[in-house]
């Protein structure tokens, strides 16, 4: 038998599981699609790896993308959760801060969600340090006991997270507590603070380890039985899975520490979009990922994607590195309703269950994917390359009867009128992550994937100015194939809270060298080589007295004039201004980077220019350039070569996804047979 030769993506969505199988012998992708099965998620995995029929023993890396976490809090599935604190300290996760956000920002009538953890499931315990981490009273093992007993065999929790006050500076009360329940409770499932994340803010630090005690039952089971049916069908490779912040770590890592999976399936598609950013040689690209119930969209800035190191959980904070993404409510399954007569679509979805009404399954309400049908641009025959047949008779009435008629629109009008109110939220939600923050989308070019991201870039483009729509194939996996490139990364911090003029430098290089130790370990423990291991140096930046910081690359040599040069070219690029005022370092970070080896963006010679070897029959769809039902030319992508052009009214239908380019754009193939859809004017 041979080694070991192929590598496995699969990646989770809301309405579907895509699976991506790259041959590293002979570079050749495929690619399938299965239902997602929300009550037991592992077998919408199971069923795509099956779909594929790929032969198990011959894997050697299963990578995976999960939404697992962020749905088990969306969905208030997660485990029976306890808090233990110190004394006096029991209501920091209860009171939160302040705050009230953004979109609900004039809504008098706003109240958060319902907390994950009750009151009568926090506890506090005697032992206290102080804000340079001294101790001020020492831990109370007696007290500890007796917290966990109430936690535990009175309220009956699963799960406790331990949060100390300044814990982040000296995690030893925290492990001895831990320690303590261990040998008391060995069932119950623990998260420390320090374990997660060493960085100031009390509430946010409490909240990142309460999340964690919240999935971890959950998302522990969901790869136990995964890793279980992958090895009764032979895998016996590497299981990775994804991390919010870009890389992957193995899935013991990851049941450590779940709550670095919550974004990992968007995360799949960035790490993919800043591979093609370089390879294709386009330093600035927006993502533009549209699947079964959300839009994601992320900046691509000089061939990297712009990172965060704190997320939003519904309205908990998430101290964890996560690419900077605006997500909304709006993908294919997203319900189209009107609203005192005004029409609205999403943020409720169809999801996979029932799923929209021309799936068939006992859906009523009609979605984006509905409209689709109405307008011409999904094949009811070849959906899902014809594995899946659509009703299209119900997803009209569903459209008609919904929305048409209680308007007084025809049917085509109102599906118009829902790509119309999508696009609107859309442009909103690109504007957020470019506009607002400095950045002309003129100059970008808009890389479409995930089941319908390809249905809408084309209007986004011409709506917002945007100078190029590109197209990869089988857009519907973009996010299974990026994950292919993923490396194995991990990321470790420090609270600093010096400015940096005053920053002993000496000090801080010792405190460098010691989390890039850490970082080093883990890469180890995770199977990285020492020749593929890179550790990268960063600064958390701010003006004393700012609330907002900025993250600075610094080099093993720590050159104060350079990092603040560094600070104020960022400063201006962001803000607009620089200022004389002294810097202050919040935080200093590592993040340890195991190479892999990334697959090969393949290319096809030219073809002879005329596309019309691809042409299948004509279709009447409802053009956006000229607001009427016309006919498209429909092309079969597998059929199309590099160097073809043409125009639209136009549908490229690759069967998992369909391109929509309306009058007035043209589309040229490029040597990697990706979609290049501009203006005319442009393309001319």
Same mark, same amino acid.
């Given at each position: 038998?041979?080694?070991?030769?192929?590598?496995?993506?699969?990646?989770?969505?809301?309405?579907?599981?895509?699976?991506?199988?790259?041959?590293?012998?002979?570079?050749?992708?495929?690619?399938?699609?299965?239902?997602?099965?929300?009550?037991?998620?592992?077998?919408?995995?199971?069923?795509?790896?099956?779909?594929?029929?790929?032969?198990?023993?011959?894997?050697?890396?299963?990578?995976?993308?999960?939404?697992?976490?962020?749905?088990?809090?969306?969905?208030?599935?997660?485990?029976?959760?306890?808090?233990?604190?110190?004394?006096?300290?029991?209501?920091?996760?209860?009171?939160?801060?302040?705050?009230?956000?953004?979109?609900?920002?004039?809504?008098?009538?706003?109240?958060?969600?319902?907390?994950?953890?009750?009151?009568?499931?926090?506890?506090?315990?005697?032992?206290?340090?102080?804000?340079?981490?001294?101790?001020?009273?020492?831990?109370?093992?007696?007290?500890?006991?007796?917290?966990?007993?109430?936690?535990?065999?009175?309220?009956?929790?699963?799960?406790?997270?331990?949060?100390?006050?300044?814990?982040?500076?000296?995690?030893?009360?925290?492990?001895?507590?831990?320690?303590?329940?261990?040998?008391?409770?060995?069932?119950?499932?623990?998260?420390?603070?320090?374990?997660?994340?060493?960085?100031?803010?009390?509430?946010?630090?409490?909240?990142?380890?309460?999340?964690?005690?919240?999935?971890?039952?959950?998302?522990?089971?969901?790869?136990?039985?995964?890793?279980?049916?992958?090895?009764?069908?032979?895998?016996?490779?590497?299981?990775?899975?994804?991390?919010?912040?870009?890389?992957?770590?193995?899935?013991?890592?990851?049941?450590?520490?779940?709550?670095?999976?919550?974004?990992?399936?968007?995360?799949?598609?960035?790490?993919?979009?800043?591979?093609?950013?370089?390879?294709?040689?386009?330093?600035?690209?927006?993502?533009?990922?549209?699947?079964?119930?959300?839009?994601?969209?992320?900046?691509?800035?000089?061939?990297?994607?712009?990172?965060?190191?704190?997320?939003?959980?519904?309205?908990?904070?998430?101290?964890?590195?996560?690419?900077?993404?605006?997500?909304?409510?709006?993908?294919?399954?997203?319900?189209?309703?009107?609203?005192?007569?005004?029409?609205?679509?999403?943020?409720?979805?169809?999801?996979?269950?029932?799923?929209?009404?021309?799936?068939?399954?006992?859906?009523?309400?009609?979605?984006?994917?509905?409209?689709?049908?109405?307008?011409?641009?999904?094949?009811?025959?070849?959906?899902?390359?014809?594995?899946?047949?659509?009703?299209?008779? +119900?997803?009209? /009435?569903?459209?008609?009867?919904?929305?048409? %008629?209680? *308007?007084?629109?025809? $049917? =085509? #009008?109102? &599906?118009?009128?829902?790509?119309?109110?999508?696009?609107?939220?859309?442009?909103?939600?690109?504007?957020?992550?470019?506009?607002?923050?400095?950045?002309?989308?003129?100059?970008?070019?808009?890389?479409?994937?995930?089941?319908?991201?390809?249905?809408?870039?084309?209007?986004?483009?011409?709506?917002?100015?945007?100078?190029?729509?590109?197209?990869?194939?089988?857009?519907?996996?973009?996010?299974?194939?990026?994950?292919?490139?993923?490396?194995?990364?991990?990321?470790?911090?420090?609270?600093?809270? +010096?400015?940096? /003029?005053?920053?002993?430098?000496?000090?801080? %290089?010792? *405190?460098?060298?010691? $989390? =890039? #130790?850490? &970082?080093?370990?883990?890469?180890?423990?995770?199977?990285?080589?020492?020749?593929?291991?890179?550790?990268?140096?960063?600064?958390?930046?701010?003006?004393?007295?700012?609330?907002?910081?900025?993250?600075?690359?610094?080099?093993?040599?720590?050159?104060?004039?350079?990092?603040?040069?560094?600070?104020?070219?960022?400063?201006?690029?962001?803000?607009?201004?620089?200022?004389?005022?002294?810097?202050?370092?919040?935080?200093?970070?590592?993040?340890?980077?195991?190479?892999?080896?990334?697959?090969?963006? +393949?290319?096809?010679?030219?073809?002879?220019?005329?596309?019309?070897?691809? *042409?299948?029959?004509?279709?009447? #769809?409802?053009?956006?350039?000229?607001?009427?039902?016309?006919?498209?030319?429909?092309?079969?992508?597998?059929?199309?070569?590099?160097?073809?052009?043409?125009?639209?009214?136009?549908?490229?239908?690759?069967?998992?996804?369909?391109?929509?380019?309306?009058?007035?754009?043209?589309?040229?193939?490029?040597?990697?047979?990706?979609?290049?859809?501009?203006?005319?004017?442009?393309?001319?």
């Amino acid at each position: 038998m041979s080694d070991p030769h192929i590598r496995l993506a699969v990646d989770i969505g809301g309405t579907f599981v895509d699976a991506m199988e790259l041959d590293t012998r002979t570079n050749r992708v495929r690619f399938r699609k299965a239902s997602t099965t929300p009550a037991r998620p592992w077998e919408g995995v199971l069923d795509a790896v099956t779909a594929l029929g790929t032969d198990l023993s011959q894997v050697e890396l299963f990578i995976h993308g999960t939404t697992l976490g962020l749905n088990a809090v969306l969905e208030r599935r997660g485990g029976a959760t306890g808090i233990i604190t110190n004394d006096g300290f029991r209501d920091i996760f209860l009171v939160g801060r302040g705050n009230v956000p953004s979109d609900h920002m004039y809504d008098f009538k706003y109240q958060r969600p319902e907390s994950l953890v009750q009151r009568r499931y926090t506890a506090g315990v005697t032992g206290r340090l102080d804000h340079k981490g001294r101790v001020v009273t020492e831990l109370d093992p007696d007290s500890v006991r007796a917290a966990a007993r109430e936690l535990v065999e009175t309220q009956g929790v699963k799960s406790i997270a331990i949060c100390f006050l300044h814990s982040f500076l000296d995690p030893t009360h925290e492990r001895a507590a831990a320690e303590i329940i261990r040998r008391e409770y060995p069932d119950v499932s623990l998260s420390l603070s320090t374990d997660i994340v060493r960085e100031y803010r009390e509430y946010e630090r409490t909240s990142t380890t309460v999340l964690e005690a919240y999935i971890r039952p959950i998302f522990e089971r969901y790869v136990d039985e995964l890793e279980r049916g992958l090895a009764e069908r032979g895998f016996a490779g590497r299981f990775l899975i994804m991390r919010s912040g870009g890389g992957s770590m193995t899935s013991t890592v990851a049941k450590t520490s779940p709550t670095h999976t919550v974004l990992s399936g968007p995360a799949g598609g960035i790490v993919g979009a800043a591979y093609l950013a370089n390879e294709l040689g386009r330093d600035n690209l927006l993502t533009f990922d549209i699947g079964g119930t959300s839009l994601d969209a992320c900046v691509i800035e000089r061939g990297s994607a712009v990172a965060a190191y704190e997320a939003q959980l519904e309205h908990f904070p998430l101290l964890i590195p996560t690419y900077d993404i605006r997500t909304i409510g709006a993908g294919g399954g997203s319900i189209a309703w009107l609203d005192r007569g005004l029409l609205k679509v999403g943020p409720h979805s169809a999801g996979a269950d029932p799923g929209p009404v021309c799936y068939g399954r006992g859906g009523t309400k009609p979605t984006v994917t509905d409209a689709s049908v109405v307008l011409g641009y999904v094949d009811p025959q070849r959906f899902l390359a014809g594995t899946m047949g659509l009703a299209d008779g +119900a997803a009209r /009435d569903a459209v008609r009867e919904q929305i048409a %008629e209680p *308007l007084g629109l025809s $049917v =085509e #009008a109102a &599906a118009a009128g829902i790509y119309d109110v999508l696009l609107a939220k859309t442009v909103g939600a690109v504007r957020q992550i470019t506009v607002e923050r400095g950045h002309d989308p003129r100059v970008f070019s808009l890389l479409a994937f995930g089941g319908a991201g390809p249905l809408l870039a084309p209007l986004l483009a011409r709506e917002m100015g945007i100078r190029e729509v590109v197209v990869p194939f089988a857009p519907s996996g973009f996010s299974a194939w990026g994950m292919l490139s993923a490396d194995i990364v991990d990321d470790f911090a420090r609270t600093v809270m +010096a400015t940096l /003029d005053d920053a002993d430098l000496d000090q801080i %290089e010792a *405190l460098f060298k010691g $989390v =890039e #130790a850490e &970082a080093l370990a883990s890469l180890r423990t995770q199977g990285v080589g020492e020749n593929d291991a890179i550790l990268e140096r960063q600064f958390e930046l701010r003006y004393l007295g700012q609330e907002h910081s900025l993250m600075v690359t610094v080099g093993q040599h720590l050159d104060p004039d350079a990092v603040r040069a560094s600070f104020e070219e960022l400063h201006r690029a962001r803000y607009g201004h620089a200022m004389d005022n002294r810097l202050q370092i919040l935080n200093l970070r590592v993040r340890g980077i195991g190479r892999t080896r990334r697959p090969e963006l +393949a290319t096809a010679p030219a073809g002879d220019g005329d596309p019309t070897r691809a *042409l299948l029959a004509p279709r009447d #769809a409802y053009d956006f350039g000229t607001r009427e039902v016309v006919p498209f030319a429909v092309y079969d992508r597998s059929l199309l070569q590099p160097g073809d052009v043409f125009t639209g009214p136009a549908l490229v239908d690759e069967g998992t996804s369909t391109t929509v380019v309306p009058s007035g754009q043209r589309v040229e193939v490029d040597p990697h047979g990706y979609l290049l859809v501009t203006l005319e004017e442009a393309g001319a």
